[in-house]
């Protein structure tokens, strides 16, 4: 009887050790589902930043005043019939 406790016992901790640190496992389950949320954060930040080139794509094809001022921001545009002035910091 008691060979037989001993047995039971020690299948009951093998299956303890798989069902804890085995490759699927609490331990790594409750990883897998950490790693899962971060990527679904990560999904809804890219959607949103999708969605924001979106309506910037759509505000761009119907405002001409909206690609002028970009051209002008970010590319250094200069319309005909403007002067250009470069003013320089002495301190530079």
């Not at 060979?3 to 496992?25: E, K, M, R």
């Not at 910037?56 to 005043?65: N, Q």
């Amino acid at each position: 009887m008691r060979v037989l406790c001993l047995v039971a016992l020690l299948i009951l901790g093998a299956f303890q050790c798989t069902y804890w640190l085995g490759p699927s496992g609490h331990f790594a389950m409750r990883q897998l589902r950490v790693e899962l949320e971060a990527q679904q954060e990560f999904n809804h930040s890219i959607l949103e930043r999708n969605r924001d080139l979106r309506a910037e794509i759509a505000r761009l094809r119907t405002s001409r005043d909206l690609i002028e001022e970009i051209a002008r921001t970010q590319l250094g545009m200069i319309a005909e019939g403007e002067t250009f002035y470069l003013v320089i910091d002495p301190r530079k």
